[in-house]
């Protein structure tokens, strides 16, 4: 296991802690990926337009995006073993694909409505670049490289919520 600790690299104690409060991880990241694999495996539908996602927002964040994004966080000491770098290129992975899937909205009650705002798209770009930056740097081996893309990676859950979902900062 990677050990949870916070990282000494958080400039900010606020956001830390906000980071941290959002974190309501319910299920094993396996599960997570499977989610996120299971998302998007459909069978091609021969006209050529992109898959449609088949679980709500809330759902897809509450697993695959927390537990991955945690992981990420989590990471504050350099991997020691191979099997550490694998887990954090498996969770880079699934919240690679989590927001590949939420660009495009979900099955909740007011996700297409969402995912059409001008707003939405922006913020989770961001959000998948800085996985992919995670991505890399994982692959490089590179704990800097990590810590820099976790820090890029929180702006963007805090502004999507507090634009989407206010209800969701309130509780936090
Ligand atoms: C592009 C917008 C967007 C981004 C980026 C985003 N979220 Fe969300 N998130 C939402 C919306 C909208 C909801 C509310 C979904 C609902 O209630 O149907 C939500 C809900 C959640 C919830 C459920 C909270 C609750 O009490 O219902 C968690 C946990 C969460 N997000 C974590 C994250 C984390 C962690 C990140 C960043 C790694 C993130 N989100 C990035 C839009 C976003």
């Not at 006209?47 to 697993?63: A, D, F, N, R, S």
């Not at 995006?65 to 504050?76: F, G, P, V």
Request: glycine residues 6%; charged residues 15%; negative net charge.
């Amino acid at each position: 296991m990677i050990a949870v600790t916070p990282r000494p690299t958080v400039r900010n104690s606020g956001a830390l802690d906000a980071r941290h409060k959002i974190a309501i991880a319910t299920v094993t990241l396996a599960a997570a990926i499977a989610l996120a694999g299971a998302t998007f495996a459909q069978p091609p539908n021969g006209t050529g337009e992109p898959p449609h996602p088949t679980v709500p927002i809330k759902q897809l964040m509450e697993t695959t995006i927390t537990d991955a994004s945690n992981t990420l966080w989590n990471a504050s000491d350099p991997p020691t073993s191979a099997e550490q770098w694998a887990a954090l290129e498996k969770a880079a992975l699934a919240l690679i694909e989590a927001a590949k899937i939420n660009a495009l909205g979900g099955t909740g009650p007011m996700d297409n409505e969402w995912a059409k705002q001008p707003a939405w798209k922006p913020f989770n770009d961001t959000m998948l670049h800085a996985s992919e930056s995670a991505l890399a740097a994982i692959r490089a081996k590179n704990h800097a490289a990590l810590l820099e893309a976790g820090d890029v990676l929180y702006p963007p859950c805090e502004g999507c919520h507090t634009l989407f979902n206010p209800g969701v900062v309130n509780q936090n």
